[in-house]
């Protein structure tokens, strides 16, 4: 989206706030629409910034505040960006009887960086403050890494899909840099997300965040790898889950599973190992059978959507092929896995 302030035929005042969401397909912006009067007054709404959260602050002189313009946040209410709550004015010690605005807050959260006329060296300075908590955005997880090529490391310009993890609605777009890349994405707290990055020439790799208890700022570091779809390429399936112990598959796991299937469609010659690995909690013998069985419910939910079954193996490999240290739960989490190996294509 795109946020903007002009003066239109259809302001309610004099300069108001403006959105324009971006079409992918067209690439371009949509005509500005009003963003409605629960910001907008009769009077000036200037200087929007949208926090991490999709919160918004800005400065007006139209609703009740302290002095020529207060600053204001208001929190989203829905995915349209057309409902908002009432603004809330950021108080005393922010806003001052004279003019503030230009209001901007890192993800972080703590503290801000401002424009007063009240006092300072001119007109208007810059001023540091620290924000209350009222006064905050939601806390964030802040994802970042680069995408590589699997096999030789260079950076790959590719464009990473986020999505609500529990139904796969998309819900935003990134792109890694060309040069580096490097890629960001900001996810508000509440959700399960998955994120997904895809090239054409490559099978798409993804990976998922879990920010239903979050509760201030972090970041996660995840670097994503992309594979030529070649004989002898082997790709880890992240989003693939299911019940703690047992081989039956989550709901969550069909997103994935149907890249799978969309591969197989593509390339009518190709043929894959799926492979399930475990840690080292437990005997080896139910490791062995748990991954057997948990590869085999895979290949089900494959034939199931229409793949001959003679274009895949199954193959449990228990904790017999760990990739990390069973020592700490970090390790664990990587060792337990399901992965496919292109066999023929």
């Not at 998309?170 to 900001?186: F, W």
């Not at 399936?237 to 989550?250: A, K, M, P, V, W």
């Not at 709901?251 to 009518?268: C, F, I, K, T, Y």
Request: aromatic content about 10%.
């Amino acid at each position: 989206v795109l946020l903007m302030v002009c003066e239109r035929e259809d302001s309610f005042g004099e300069k108001d706030i403006y959105i324009s969401f971006y079409d992918e397909f067209e690439e371009t912006f949509s005509k500005p629409l009003n963003i409605g009067p629960q910001l907008n007054t009769a009077g000036n709404e200037v200087s929007t910034f949208i926090a991490g959260d999709g919160s918004i602050y800005f400065s007006s002189d139209g609703h009740p505040g302290y002095g020529d313009n207060d600053i204001f946040l208001v929190r989203k209410l829905d995915d349209t960006w057309l409902n908002w709550s009432e603004p809330i004015n950021l108080g005393k010690g922010i806003n001052t009887p004279d003019w503030d605005a230009y209001f901007t807050i890192p993800v972080t959260g703590e503290y801000a960086y401002m424009v007063s006329s009240k006092s300072g060296y001119g007109s208007s300075d810059i001023f540091r403050v620290k924000v209350t908590e009222k006064a905050r955005p939601e806390p964030v997880v802040l994802v970042k890494g680069q995408v590589l090529h699997a096999k030789t490391q260079e950076p790959i310009e590719a464009r990473i899909t986020y999505s609500d993890l529990s139904d796969d609605t998309e819900l935003g777009i990134a792109y890694s840099d060309k040069k580096t890349g490097n890629y960001q994405i900001i996810l508000p707290h509440g959700k399960r997300y998955s994120f997904l990055a895809e090239e054409k020439g490559y099978f798409p790799v993804s990976a998922y965040v879990d920010a239903t208890t979050l509760e201030e700022f972090d970041e996660l570091e995840q670097d994503l790898l992309l594979a030529p779809v070649e004989v002898g390429l082997v790709v880890r399936l992240n989003n693939i889950f299911f019940e703690y112990n047992e081989s039956g598959l989550l709901e969550e796991s069909h997103a994935e599973l149907q890249r799978l299937v969309g591969l197989m469609r593509d390339n009518p010659k190709l043929e894959i190992e799926i492979a399930g690995h475990t840690d080292d909690q437990g005997s080896d013998e139910y490791n062995l059978s748990l991954s057997q069985r948990r590869v085999e419910s895979v290949v089900g939910y494959l034939v199931d959507a229409g793949i001959d079954s003679d274009r895949f193996k199954a193959r449990g490999y228990g904790e017999n092929i760990p990739i990390a240290d069973n020592s700490s739960e970090d390790g664990r989490a990587l060792n337990r896995r399901v992965e496919f190996r292109i066999l023929k294509n």
